[in-house]
């Protein structure tokens, strides 16, 4: 089941930031987000460009992690080198991911709210709005807002990701919880080193 793969996966990246061991191993967090690529594509057409953005930034970040042990470490290199902000560094990259992340999260939190209603639009909309909205110019929002309207309904999406509705449900349930522990260490992470997230 591929939500459920999802939501084991962030459960043990959950595990491993609350454990405070170590710093969280960039490869195993960007297989995390390539783990979210079909999810984002089950969204349905209008967040094809949001799930085409990503899968670059996980082929670049997957390629960062073959020399770059941590998230720490790669941000760090980042600052050393003078990039954080440049257009394709990794960190950079890394703040795009997440916002998509938290997208995810917030939507599946805004399923979970509804109760059982089979239109998954304003749960959507609302979750895009508050990620994306501020980051994305007039034209642009207003394409996505209107076309959210074409995003498959609770049943559709359940089983484009092989799961049926009330499993579905556990899964989003467990995947809105840990992702929102990893995506505050992120966040805290970049917060930590004068890097702020809201750019």
């Not at 996966?9 to 967090?29: H, I, M, P, R, Y």
């Not at 703040?95 to 599946?108: E, Q, S």
Request: aromatic content about 8%; hydrophobic content about 40%; proline content about 3%.
């Amino acid at each position: 089941m591929a939500n459920q793969v999802i939501a084991e996966t962030f459960e043990q990246l959950a595990s491993k930031v609350n454990s405070q061991s170590e710093d969280l191993e960039l490869g195993f967090l960007i297989h995390g987000f390539s783990l979210m690529l079909p999810l984002l594509r089950s969204f349905g057409i209008v967040f094809k460009i949001v799930e085409s953005d990503a899968v670059q930034k996980v082929d670049d970040l997957m390629e960062t992690a073959k020399s770059v042990s941590s998230v720490r470490l790669m941000i760090e290199n980042d600052i050393a080198n003078g990039c954080v902000r440049t257009l394709y560094s990794p960190s950079r990259n890394l703040l795009r991911l997440i916002r998509g992340l938290d997208f995810c999260r917030l939507f599946f939190r805004n399923i979970l709210n509804e109760g059982k209603q089979n239109s998954v639009r304003i749960p959507a909309t609302t979750a895009y709005l508050e990620v994306f909205g501020p980051y994305h110019g007039a034209v642009l929002k207003k394409i996505i807002t209107v076309g959210i309207h074409t995003v498959p309904t609770m049943s559709k999406i359940c089983k484009n990701v092989n799961e049926d509705e009330d499993s579905g449900r556990v899964s989003m349930q467990s995947f809105a919880r840990s992702s929102q522990v990893v995506i505050q260490y992120l966040h805290n992470l970049f917060l930590s080193m004068n890097q702020g997230i809201d750019w």
